[in-house]
């Protein structure tokens, strides 16, 4: 409640000084340059130097089998989503220059509301909060690559990614009903999988008044996260009760292991309703009200491959599989089972001035809070887990962060658009977890571990878009951005730890700078530089490590990592088409990075966690192609391809990841899509999707990929037929992963999936 205040407080604040800023400010966007003031809480762009790359709904409604938000990017240049399933909460953002562990470099937002997770960096309680925005609310989006706009801070290293969401000019209403299944066949494995969504909405205006409420229900079953591995002993043996099922395989590093069963089976029912308001005052004045709720209760269980000599299934205890032994440990299988019970609240509030004179201005507020957060595991084994047992309960209620933006441009000097504003975010991290009697149903009878701490930013940014010459535009910009982090606490009942942590504070600053050269209409060529501090988060300065009987947090002193960012570029458009081709090249000194090293001066036990890694640098080039009626009316044809090399130049923690290629970084990406208009109401799309392997290790010391945990090529070709019955309805069905490509990224990824969807709006 106490941070809910302060950010109505903020909001306030915020407000009020920008209203006695002067009685007559108006908006106006920049023609051109890396800023553009936000309009009605969107963090839009226009004409920046690093171009931006966007689709509008209504395109990815024809192109993209979208279940969720996040799968409407599918096809974005340079841009990954790591989704292992319809309805994953899990799904971190990769860019060209940052593998999808490095969630915190990258900027997500809705309608101003920061969906990016601040509190981590990881593909896992740091990934961005896509259901926060339902697919059928979608207006379009537009990713900016790089930290080239004064406006972002140092998340946007990799990409700052902004949705819109729709408002209605009348009454409308709209209903979706989609269906998808998926055949998943892999080791003992064989099931079908479905998911159901059901969505509608209702909006209209009235006057200087328009609304919107949402409300969207999805039901889903995956496939398995994750398969239960154990490591084959050196020596054969005949101890244990002999078992049968198992498969024999190879784990990421090459060392011969078992396969024993499949884990993290996740059955998700998710909601997400919205409510959005805006007022227009008149002269351009408008305030713009969003609210979103998120509920997600998710049960995850396990499946074994193991049975005894009578038939039954195990899951544990001192076994003999293939003539080794092996002792299968309660938390084999019972680890990842868990009941998961989320609920999140996302608010914005905005006000943005009207559109003439020279002096423009907007302010945004924004919440996120994670109001309840509970996951429940036993740490008994299953099968009598599932009836209930000793079990832990972690808690996450009280985490999430604010942030509060007053942006200006100011056009009283011929041939300049001066912009600027004043920043603050702020982020509260709270994980609690508890023992529990019974983990199914019980309170918490003591606590196990405790992990909290807090971060906030004040900045300051400046930036000037210059028309010094005919056809010729200059940009220059910088941000100054104070930091710090301040209670931290780490708790552990055994092994023993209860320290607060010491305060950090630093001052950055980041100058940016562009040239842009428009010789005709067609052409446009730019060169880019933008630096870029990424401070470190709470979870990466507060982690804990167990040594033995000692727990530690191995250093909660970070330092900021610091980004050097290039790019030239190149873009032709010709009619009905565009053609871009990018060089680009990011540097960067303290990387933020989780890697093996030893805790000990002088041990050779090594653990993997967060350090500054000296310096590592990321290079390559881009090409991305858009056409329409390309060879015949009709059709239309769009595709990138992304080159990159990145590697660790430095690293003195641990020297055998130096030379080596920055881990989950492909060296070759690309999407191809080529839809056909058969005529104004039916279009086919068929699309493909392609990636090298990568490695999961910083030294590159898992040189098996197409395994459990590996992190291997792939080659996804997708389909959909898009009809539009009339004004009102519309059907469309399609196939995701149509040649049925089973690969792994860390986790199996789903293999071949139908989907259909009904439509309904007038």
């Not at 819109?164 to 009454?171: A, E, G, I, V």
């Not at 029912?269 to 005052?281: H, S």
């Not at 977890?433 to 004040?458: E, F, M, Q, V």
Request: glycine fraction near 8%.
């Amino acid at each position: 409640m106490f941070r809910f205040t302060n950010f109505l407080m903020g909001t306030t604040a915020l407000a009020a000084l920008c209203l006695s800023s002067t009685a007559q400010a108006q908006t106006q966007v920049a023609d051109n340059g890396p800023e553009a003031v936000i309009v009605t809480g969107v963090r839009t762009q226009a004409d920046v130097p690093n171009k931006i790359e966007e689709i509008t709904a209504v395109k990815a409604q024809v192109q993209v089998n979208a279940v969720n938000t996040e799968d409407m990017l599918k096809y974005i240049p340079s841009i990954t989503v790591r989704k292992r399933h319809y309805g994953d909460t899990q799904d971190p953002l990769a860019t060209r220059t940052s593998g999808v562990g490095a969630s915190a470099r990258s900027l997500l937002y809705v309608d101003g509301i920061l969906i990016s997770s601040p509190i981590g960096n990881n593909n896992t309680s740091a990934s961005p909060h896509f259901g926060i925005a339902a697919p059928q609310d979608i207006k379009n989006f537009e990713v900016l690559y790089g930290p080239f706009a004064a406006e972002y801070g140092g998340g946007s290293i990799g990409a700052v990614l902004n949705i819109t969401t729709r408002m209605p000019d009348q009454l409308e209403i709209y209903a979706d009903a989609l269906g998808a299944v998926e055949n998943f066949d892999q080791y003992s494995t064989h099931e079908t999988n479905g998911s159901w969504q059901l969505a509608g909405g209702i909006g209209d205006r009235e006057g200087a008044f328009s609304w919107r409420l949402s409300a969207n229900h999805l039901d889903t079953l995956a496939q398995p996260l994750s398969y239960v591995t154990l490591t084959r002993p050196a020596a054969t043996s005949a101890a244990g009760t002999v078992l049968t099922g198992a498969f024999n395989d190879l784990n990421r590093a090459g060392v011969p292991i078992i396969e024993i069963g499949a884990n993290g089976i996740e059955a998700q029912v998710q909601d997400t309703d919205t409510a959005k308001l805006a007022y227009d005052f008149g002269g351009g004045w408008e305030a713009t009200y969003t609210a979103s709720l998120f509920h997600q209760i998710d049960n995850a269980t396990a499946e074994t491959y193991l049975r005894d000599p009578a038939g039954n299934p195990v899951y544990s205890g001192n076994s003999n599989i293939n003539g080794y032994n092996y002792n299968i440990a309660a938390s084999s299988f019972s680890g990842t089972v868990y009941d998961w019970n989320q609920t999140d609240l996302a608010q914005a509030l905005t006000l943005k001035s009207g559109s003439d004179g020279d002096f423009a201005w907007e302010a945004v507020a924004s919440d996120y809070n994670y109001l309840n957060d509970k996951q429940r595991v036993p740490t008994t084994a299953l099968p009598g887990a599932t009836t209930g047992g000793a079990g832990t309960l972690n808690r996450l209620n009280g985490t999430g962060w604010y942030t509060l933006d007053g942006n200006g441009i100011w056009r009283g000097l011929p041939d300049h658009a001066v912009s600027f504003g004043l920043h603050r975010d702020a982020e509260t991290f709270a994980q609690a977890k508890y023992n529990l009697a019974d983990w199914i149903h019980s309170s918490p009878t003591s606590t196990a571990t405790l992990a909290k701490g807090r971060t906030a930013t004040n900045a300051v940014w400046l930036q000037d878009i210059w028309a010094f010459a005919d056809q010729w535009k200059a940009t220059l910009g910088a941000r100054v951005d104070d930091w710090r982090a301040y209670s931290g606490v780490n708790f552990s009942a055994s092994p023993a730890l209860n320290v607060s942590q010491p305060g950090l504070s630093t001052t950055t600053f980041s100058p940016k700078a562009a040239l842009a050269w428009q010789p005709d209409e067609a052409w446009s060529l730019s060169a880019s530089f933008g630096l870029a501090n990424r401070m470190p988060s709470v979870t990466e300065l507060y982690q804990a490590i167990t040594t033995g009987a000692t727990l530690t947090v191995p250093n909660p002193n970070l330092k900021p990592e610091r980004a050097s960012s290039y790019e030239l570029a190149a873009e032709y458009k010709p009619d009905g088409g565009r053609y871009r081709a990018s060089l680009f090249r990011e540097d960067i000194s303290n990387d933020l990075l989780s890697q093996s090293a030893p805790l000990l001066a002088g041990s050779t036990t090594l653990f993997s966690y967060v350090q500054n890694v000296d310096r590592a640098r990321s290079q390559g080039a881009e090409l991305v192609a858009d056409q329409n009626d390309a060879f015949f009316d009709g059709l239309e044809l769009s595709g990138s391809l992304t080159y990159v090399i990145g590697k660790t130049v430095k690293d003195t923690g641990f020297p055998a990841a130096v030379g080596k290629f920055i881990p989950q970084l492909p060296k070759l990406r690309g999407e191809a899509v080529a839809t056909y208009h058969v005529t104004d109401a039916l279009a086919a799309t068929l699309a493909g999707r392609y990636s090298d392997r990568s490695f999961g290790t910083i030294d590159n010391s898992d040189p098996v990929s197409q395994t459990y945990q590996g992190f291997a090529g792939y080659l996804v070709v997708d389909a959909r037929v898009h009809y539009q019955w009339d004004d009102n309805w519309s059907v469309s069905a399609g196939v995701d992963n149509l040649n049925n490509y089973k690969y792994f990224l860390f986790h199996p990824f789903p293999q071949r999936t139908f989907v259909m969807e009904i439509h309904y709006a007038q």
